[in-house]
């Protein structure tokens, strides 16, 4: 398995506003081949948001940051100081801990 994980500040978007759009897109990201499930992340305090995303596999990430949907991401202006950080998920330790 695959993690990707999403950070970037929201500018001139209000929170309420950034969950309904969220809401909105949701199921385009369900709908993504090879993820195993998104977490969406909110931090008010430090104005941070993001996801973590659960890959099946590498290949899988890859080709969903080669997607328009990702993509989007990068041009929405609403969105700044984005980090985008992949990582392989170890496998035995985390099947311990609830991901098989």
Not at 60 to 83: C, H, Q, T, W
């Amino acid at each position: 398995m695959h993690i990707l994980i999403i950070n970037f500040n929201l500018e001139n978007l209000a929170r309420p506003d950034y969950e309904a759009v969220c809401d909105e897109v949701s199921g385009a990201f369900a709908a993504i081949p090879g993820l195993v499930s998104k977490k969406w992340l909110a931090n008010e305090e430090t104005n941070t948001y993001g996801g973590v995303y659960l890959f099946n596999d590498r290949q899988a990430m890859l080709d969903y940051r080669e997607s328009e949907l990702f993509k989007s991401l990068g041009e929405n202006p609403a969105f700044v100081n984005i980090s985008i950080t992949d990582f392989e998920l170890l496998a035995g330790p985390s099947s311990v801990t609830g991901v098989s």
